[in-house]
């Protein structure tokens, strides 16, 4: 028997105009994800004129995304990119390089890709 693992853990932090966003993702990230996901960035950053948001997004233990997932993150690019700042990918992977590139484009703020957890939030914190 396989064992499908597939997982999405979202936290955020805010000081005043400040947020700090930490997403972990584990498996293939879905559609349903971001059903779950978007309602909380889009309700966060709703309540703030001006939001500043930093992120930190671990994609370690990704396993690939569907289609319809790459849209969805598409959209809210387009939709929330002048908000973020900085966006750290932390993997373990070429594929995620590529496509932190790629996302890059979509947002405002500057996008870097790690393999070292601590280098990812110094960065953040520079």
């Not at 932090?13 to 700090?20: A, C, L, V, Y």
């Not at 496509?99 to 990812?120: H, K, L, R, T, Y």
């Amino acid at each position: 028997m396989k064992v499908i693992r597939h997982g999405l853990s979202i936290g955020m932090e805010r000081t005043g105009d400040e947020f700090f966003l930490t997403l972990t993702v584990q498996g293939k990230l879905t559609h349903e994800d971001y059903e779950v996901m978007t309602p909380i960035i889009d309700s966060a950053l709703s309540k703030v004129k001006t939001p500043k948001v930093k992120a930190l997004v671990d994609v370690t233990k990704l396993e690939g995304l569907e289609a319809r997932a790459a849209w969805d993150d598409f959209k809210m690019g387009l939709k929330h990119g002048n908000a973020f700042e900085k966006i750290s990918i932390l993997g373990n992977k070429k594929w995620p390089k590529l496509a932190a590139q790629v996302g890059s484009w979509f947002i405002a703020g500057e996008m870097q890709f790690f393999d070292n957890e601590n280098d990812a939030l110094s960065w953040l914190n520079e």
